[in-house]
């Protein structure tokens, strides 16, 4: 009688005990899949987006190349005229931002301030904002807000580079390389600024 009391509890432990690690295992996979569910969705959505990107704007952010007139000219704080041949004679590669009076101005802050947080990380890049308003004037006040500044900006006498993103109208990063070709074009999207990071995180590795 005694021996069928201990076999019984012992099942009974071990029923108890298996129903335990069958909720902890159930359990541990909702978690994991809910976990990848959420990666995956990210990933994918990411992966959409920059597909949706080059189809809206009709270029590629890492493989297009695209001529640098360097018979263009911008105008200095000081509303003198430069020529871009004089303004990017570095071999040190330029990081530049091209926006205008038309693009949400607390975005293009934002945008500045990430990049000034990643100021140090840039080194190996010349910053510089090219920027189209109505006069050089409303370019000097805008750039009394965030850190616009602290980094050389100038004023273009049109809305435009001649580059196939312009006729979108929106601020946009690219790299002017030490053979003065434009390239890595990167349309800019303030609501996306996982990507904005991830940008200038990959520009970090494209030092020619």
Do not use: H, W
Request: proline content about 2%; some cysteine; overall charge positive.
């Amino acid at each position: 009688m005694i021996s069928k009391r201990i076999f019984y509890f012992f099942i009974s432990v071990l029923t108890f005990l298996n129903l335990i690690m069958s909720y902890y295992l159930i359990s541990n996979y909702r978690a994991y899949y809910n976990y990848r569910l959420k990666t995956d969705q990210y990933i994918e959505l990411k992966d959409d987006l920059i597909r949706r990107l080059k189809t809206l704007y009709k270029i590629s952010i890492s493989s297009d190349k695209f001529d640098f007139n360097e018979e263009q000219f911008v105008f200095g704080i000081n509303n003198n005229k430069i020529s871009f041949k004089s303004l990017f004679s570095s071999d040190k590669p330029y990081l530049i931002l091209k926006y205008s009076s038309t693009d949400c101005s607390a975005c293009i802050n934002e945008v500045v301030t990430i990049l000034n947080e990643k100021r140090d990380s840039l080194n190996s890049y010349n910053i510089v904002f090219l920027s189209y308003y109505e006069n050089l004037r409303d370019m000097l006040v805008e750039n009394k807000s965030s850190f616009r500044n602290t980094f050389n900006s100038y004023l273009l006498p049109k809305n435009s580079l001649d580059i196939p993103i312009d006729n979108f109208n929106i601020p946009y990063f690219f790299i002017l390389d030490k053979s003065k070709v434009i390239k890595y074009v990167f349309p800019i999207d303030i609501s996306q600024k996982d990507m904005i990071y991830d940008y200038l995180k990959f520009i970090k590795t494209r030092i020619d």
